[in-house]
């Protein structure tokens, strides 16, 4: 068993804050109140104490978009690698992309990383493509890989162009009542990629990718996820005209999901000019105005959920020049000190806002039974010190490509438990 002493307790599935212990058997959390005793004939000299006073007890974090590189590019990253990043991080749930190599647009490939997934300490979920080879051509067998345990379907990475398929990918999606996550940046409007078009990129010369990449794709999906019902998740949203679009989406019925990175409410384009290729990434970084209405949109309840989009490459690709670099930065370390940091202490979200964003919400967007603290349910939580402060660095995951090295944030994840095991435990605890 797993006590859990003196908790405040941060459950957002229903809006309550309490100090109280959670008690722990057999993978579920089977008691929480207060004046709960390990003492006694119930005990035993296996049963472990956590003294969490001081310290928030919450669900488990949910992350709907994550990249651990298996199979295919295992150099930068793999399932257990990836899973004790996230462990690490605080996050007992994650939802793999499909842009592997092979792409997971089969059963096979599907089942494959399934079974790796299981390997872990925590639950890796995985999404499968929408089209064929993610060339955008041809729809996957979409019934058959919800069949074999296809938690959504995505071609993240590349946008989907042809307007016919996206409404039929949405059409099949909503009767298997699946979410669709689009990456959403017109090629045709973009000279290079990762970086902004605008005073930044004008200053290197280069042309870069304007925000009208991003927020044309973002305008037709809304406008078809309304007229089919389908549920869709606006991926790594950075642009202020596009949560303006998901706004009125969501205002006219649609049942449009956005989700906004770390990275994105926490830095500008200008921070190119700073830490070069760790600041490239896809969407690119925007403007200040476009940071503020990011963060506006989460105060508002346009953005539902943050994700890390965590893409680790190899030191070496991050290494070549700007324009020859990879975009991508890993995350899902740093996710919850930058929530913490850059959202909840500025007085932007409350922490129940945060954890919302970071569990039940993502949850519900995949149909998953996780991201709520209950008697009989399952025993993944985070318990963390939201005012330890902290340096980010020494990382699990087998890449370090992120402009976050060195910063200086708060809210330390001191315990990972799931499914009632302890998946990671500070070392200095």
């Known amino acids: 068993m797993i006590w859990i002493k003196n908790a405040h307790v941060i459950n957002p599935a229903t809006q309550t804050e309490q100090d109280m212990d959670i008690c722990i058997e057999n993978g579920k959390i089977v008691d929480m109140g207060t004046g709960l005793s390990p003492e006694g004939a119930a005990a035993s000299k296996e049963d472990v104490v956590i003294d969490a006073s001081g310290l928030i007890a919450a669900p488990g974090l949910v992350d709907v978009h994550v990249h651990f590189r298996d199979p295919g590019l295992t150099y930068k990253e793999d399932i257990q690698t990836g899973a004790r990043a996230a462990a690490k991080g605080g996050f007992t749930t994650v939802v793999c992309m499909a842009n592997t190599k092979p792409p997971v647009d089969n059963t096979d490939t599907l089942e494959y990383v399934k079974k790796e997934g299981e390997k872990t300490g925590i639950h890796v979920l995985h999404a499968a493509a929408v089209s064929k080879g993610l060339k955008g051509r041809e729809l996957t067998d979409m019934k058959d890989l919800a069949s074999h345990g296809a938690a959504g379907f995505t071609d993240d990475g590349i946008p989907l162009m042809d307007s016919g398929l996206v409404k039929q ?62 549920a869709v998740n606006i991926q790594h949203i950075s642009s202020a005209a596009s949560v303006g679009m998901v706004r009125f989406a969501r205002d006219s019925g649609a049942d449009v999901y956005a989700e906004v990175t770390p990275h994105h409410f926490t830095l500008t384009e200008e921070a190119v000019l700073i830490h070069g290729s760790l600041a490239k990434m896809n969407p690119p970084l925007r403007t200040e105005a476009d940071r503020l209405a990011v963060i506006e949109g989460l105060k508002d309840g346009s953005i539902d959920i943050i994700a890390t989009d965590h893409a680790p490459h190899s030191a070496e690709e991050k290494d070549r020049p700007l324009l020859e670099a990879p975009s991508g930065i890993i995350g899902l370390e740093t996710a919850l000190g930058l929530g913490v940091t850059a959202l909840v202490r500025p007085g932007h979200l409350t922490m129940m806002q945060l954890l919302e964003k970071m569990s039940i919400n993502p949850a519900k967007l995949y149909r998953l039974d996780c991201g709520v603290l209950k008697s009989g349910g399952m025993a993944d ?16 995951s087998k890449s370090s490509n992120t402009p976050f090295t060195g910063k200086k944030l708060f809210g330390k994840v001191k315990y990972t438990i799931c499914k009632g095991k302890i998946v990671y435990q500070d070392e200095k605890d």
Request: proline share 5%.
């Open 169 to 230: 990918a949405m059409e099949l999606a909503a009767s298997l009542n699946l979410p669709l996550s689009f990456h959403e940046e017109d090629p045709a409007l973009i000279e290079n990629n990762g970086i902004n078009h605008g005073k930044v990129s004008e200053r290197l010369g280069i042309y870069g990718s304007p925000a009208e990449a991003e927020d044309s794709l973002v305008a037709r999906d809304c406008m078809l996820a309304l007229h089919t019902g389908a």
């Open 381 to 396: 939580l985070v318990i963390f010190d939201p005012n330890e402060e902290w340096t980010a660095g020494e990382y699990v």
